[in-house]
């Protein structure tokens, strides 16, 4: 990327699902509808619907409000349920008193919680997740106060994933976007930890150039937030075939202002040779990171940081092999093609949006499971 062109953009202070639910309703379902009332979900594990207790014990009178169901937390398959793993749901009451709210018991684990309203108009209840998920899946709970929510959670596998690169052994796990449905890695490839905060820096991780292998050219020694040193040296020289057969960062000062001349758009395709991702995962298409951008609560890196990916900012390095903006913003790489080009998800403080970039640079990389 030529500095003096695009860099002005980059400052712009800028997944069982209830079968029965889906037939009766012809829609695809993330939040809560009222159209759910007299549906009572069957199937391995269920106990019945989520309901409100009837009775003189628990007095209060409402509905739940429509597009609520939050959901929180990390959800792993043999793992208890903790304080952390929690649904959030909007309900208007109209007569007050006391309640007890409950979803419906799937795959090993539910969601309640008891309490009294005092006052009637919109409440934001929090169910609390009790018991331990049976399977990794997709599950589906609905909810019952006067009218029903449902809500999806994503169960994934608890194990852990190794992969060596850059002469050191990282260990990754699945996380989940409850909205999305997706399965990503909970960090960067290269990254030490998962972020503890959006200027984490030993979250930072690799800076890949687009299609190119995991072979040494990403590696990336971060000192603190805002420096970081390659590891390896660079060259002018560009590669002619899919493996340069060497470490070193390309750099690229002519058009096409990639690495790999003629260039090849199939090396991080869905069967991409280049992968650089653990088995079963791969390089996220611009689609779904868009996806994932959309389902933010703000759309920058708060947003991005605060998501269940806790996306970083290490910055990028450049075509001319040095790295800028540590600490300010950066680019998520995507395996969607544009032209000479490809697509990232560029997030800083001000903003986050897809641009498309010279294949070239070094940005970092989250992957997504097949």
């Known amino acids: ?30 939040g809560c509808s009222k159209s759910f009332d007299n549906v009572t979900p069957t199937g391995e594990n269920e106990q019945g619907s989520g309901d409100l207790k009837a009775g003189k014990a628990y007095t209060a009178v409402g509905t ?6 939050v959901v929180f937390g990390t959800y792993r398959y043999g793992t208890s349920l903790t304080a952390e793993n929690y649904v959030t749901i909007k309900v208007n009451v109209t007569t007050i008193g006391t309640y007890y709210i409950t979803s419906n018991t799937f795959n090993g684990y539910s969601f309640s919680k008891s309490g009294s309203f005092t006052s009637t108009g919109i409440q934001y209840i929090t169910l609390q997740g009790n018991g331990s998920p049976i399977a990794p899946s997709i599950n589906t709970f609905i909810v019952n106060f006067g009218s029903s929510c449902v809500f999806k959670v994503v169960v ?6 190794v992969q060596t690169s850059c002469n050191t052994s990282y260990t990754y796990y699945e996380v989940a976007n409850h909205k999305t449905l997706k399965v990503w890695l909970d960090r960067n490839l290269g990254a030490s930890q998962v972020a503890q905060s959006v200027t984490d820096f030993q979250a930072y991780g690799s800076l890949f150039q687009w299609g190119r292998a995991a072979d040494g050219h990403q590696c990336i020694s971060w000192i603190d ?20 057969g060497h470490s070193l960062f390309i750099k690229t000062v002519s058009s096409p202002a990639d690495w790999r001349v003629p260039q090849n758009n199939t090396l991080w395709g869905s069967s991409g040779t280049n992968n650089p991702c653990p088995t079963g995962f ?3 298409t611009s689609a779904e990171l868009n996806s994932e951008r959309v389902s933010w609560n703000s759309q920058n890196a708060g947003g991005a940081f605060g998501s269940m990916l806790k996306l970083t900012m290490p910055g990028y390095r450049e075509g001319d092999g040095n790295i800028y903006e540590s600490g300010e913003a950066t680019g998520y790489w995507s395996s969607t093609v544009s032209g000479t080009n490809a697509t990232i998800l560029w997030v800083e ?13 070094g940005y970092s990389v989250r992957c997504i499971k097949n």
């Open 225 to 244: 937030n805002e420096t970081g040193t390659p590891v390896n040296g660079t060259t002018y020289t560009t590669s002619s075939s899919n493996t340069p």
């Open 282 to 284: 791969r390089i996220p």
């Open 349 to 361: 403080t001000t903003g986050a949006f897809t641009l498309n970039e010279d294949r070239g640079i």
């Open 1 to 30: 990327m030529n500095p003096s062109i695009l860099n002005p953009m980059k400052t712009y202070t800028i997944l069982h699902s209830l079968s029965l639910l889906v037939a009766m309703t012809g829609l695809l379902l993330s």
């Open 156 to 161: 994934v596998y608890k194990n852990p994933i």
């Open 64 to 69: 739940v409000y429509g597009t609520s169901g």
